[in-house]
């Protein structure tokens, strides 16, 4: 048996090692934090991915075949990091001047972050202490189907049984097979995993938005950013559930910030790492699915407009930024075609027109939605005015666009999330009612920190994005 931090430390290597041409180049700032705030994730989610495939191929010898393939990914990785990375040549940017007070006040920002990670963090071991096994639905479908991986693997498909309608058998499995290498790995179903599962992914989002507004703004911006949506209610009691939705929120986060700096830097370099992360998300709930096609829509739409990054050499192509994404997206559609008999959409015996029927068929389902929506996004206490905030800036980007140098991409991607969910809503198979009381909260969490990126960018007084 072995202890949860060597378990940890295996994904944060296969992360380092996936992140090798990030880390290797120059050409933009704070590179190595970048990838020290990803390397986790990304490598629970590598993770997560193949023991999906081992399991497939033979879960007879799942353990041992999983480790091999995870020991060749690595050193097939380590190898890459021979090959010269050409990096194009940077313009020296002179840091401008501030006054004494500026840094007076970033210095009291980080402060801030510092006592609310602090907070937050004292929060946490109180939550794992009191509640060691999650949220309600960490207990009945996430760590239930790690346990389906890990107790039997010969029976590993039981996890998909139309008997357990209840447990969403076609919900992805980023979670459940993050949660399950950290249990085989240590030969016993430990509590204290799926809770470091949970606090990386928390983190992560919070220190992805620290290097986006670092990049691109005053330093006090990005550390009362990180505070701020550490501060709502809802992120920080969502956090502790060992559900999927802060993991999502922050593959939607990621994603969504390393595009927005690609663009506004022109560095194509990003692209493929934020379409890995996009790719991420439809792996980690059915919603991802969705936000894979807004992702590649926004790809397409910047190419039409002729910034085509594919031109440079030695970037990375179309096949390869779609094999990215595609990647854990491809895993969750045979995962629903294939594996899961039913479920609330891919399998649920409904054609087309009934799904249009359902989604422009009854006004007062519509009007309900509505009103659901206004009211949970505008519950100023607990969002502590987020989507507030978040509809003055989008007011300030169309009326001030021409002047604002950074493009209005984070809100359209948080907005276009939004919308998917109140389409969803309409096509479910549970009462909207109940829908919106038990759910919209989580779902408009999905998006908030796109939201707090753009709030912030866009209302800061001091952007560095032309100096880029």
């Known amino acids: 048996m072995s202890s949860p931090l060597l378990a940890f430390l295996f994904p944060v290597l296969l992360g380092l090692l ?43 010898a799942s353990e041992n075949l999983l480790f091999g393939v995870l020991v060749a990914a690595s050193l097939f990785l380590s190898l890459q990091l021979v090959r010269k990375v050409p ?21 009291l920002a980080a402060a801030l972050l510092a006592w609310s990670l602090a907070s937050y963090l004292r929060l946490f071991a109180a939550a794992a202490l009191h509640n060691p096994f999650g949220e309600w639905d960490a207990r009945l479908f996430w760590n239930a189907k790690a346990k389906f991986y890990v107790r039997d693997p010969e029976e590993w498909r039981g996890m998909f049984s139309p008997l357990l309608a209840w447990a969403h ?6 979670m459940p097979g993050a949660v399950a290498w950290g249990w085989q790995w240590t030969g016993r179903e430990t509590i204290l995993w799926p809770y470091l599962v949970a606090l990386t992914f928390s983190l992560s989002t919070l220190g992805v938005m620290v290097w986006y507004l670092l990049s691109f703004q005053r ?19 969502w956090s ?10 922050f593959f939607l986060t990621a994603s969504g910030a390393l595009l927005a700096a690609a663009l506004q830097w022109k560095n194509p370099h990003l692209i493929l790492p934020a379409a890995l992360l996009a790719g991420f998300s439809a ?19 910047y190419h039409a407009k002729q910034i085509r990054f594919w031109e440079a050499k030695a970037v990375p192509g179309y096949k390869a930024v779609g094999a990215a ?23 649920s015996g409904k054609s087309l027109g009934e799904f249009a029927h359902l989604l422009f068929g009854s006004w007062e389902k ?6 659901g929506f206004y009211s949970y996004l505008f519950q100023a206490r607990s969002w502590r005015f987020l989507w507030i905030f978040f509809v003055i800036a989008v007011g300030v980007r169309v009326f001030a666009g021409r002047k604002l140098k950074m493009p209005g991409l984070l809100a359209f991607l948080a907005a276009a999330q939004i919308l998917v969910y109140f389409i969803v809503i309409h096509v479910s198979p549970h009462p909207p009612a109940w829908q919106i009381e038990t759910a919209l909260v989580r779902l408009l969490l999905h998006a908030s920190g796109l939201a707090v990126l753009f709030i912030f960018q866009t209302l800061s007084p001091e952007s560095r994005s032309a100096a880029q």
Not at 90 to 106: F, T
Not at 283 to 301: C, D, M, Q, R, S
Not at 366 to 371: F, G, N, P, S, Y
Request: with cysteine.
């Open 283 to 301: 792996w980690t709930k059915n919603e991802g699915l969705f936000y894979v096609l807004i992702f590649a829509g926004v790809l397409l739409f």
């Open 169 to 174: 058998p076609d919900y992805p499995l980023l």
């Open 87 to 107: 990096a194009r040549p940077v313009r020296p940017v002179p840091a401008p001047a501030h006054p004494a007070y500026e840094k007076i006040i970033d210095v």
């Open 18 to 60: 996936s992140l090798q041409p990030l880390w290797v180049r120059k050409e933009f700032p704070h590179r190595r934090l970048l990838v020290a705030i990803l390397a986790a994730p990304v490598g629970l989610g590598w993770t997560s991915l193949a023991l999906f495939a081992v399991y497939l191929l033979n879960p007879g």
């Open 219 to 237: 330093p006090a911006a990005a550390f009362l950013a990180a505070s701020y949506l550490l501060s709502s209610d809802f992120f920080r009691y």
């Open 240 to 249: 502790l559930s060992q559900n999927a939705d802060i993991p999502f929120c």
């Open 325 to 347: 994404a595609g990647l854990p997206a491809a895993a969750a559609l045979i995962l629903k075609i294939f594996l899961a008999s039913k479920g609330d959409y891919v399998g």
């Open 366 to 371: 519509t009007r309900l939605i509505l009103a």
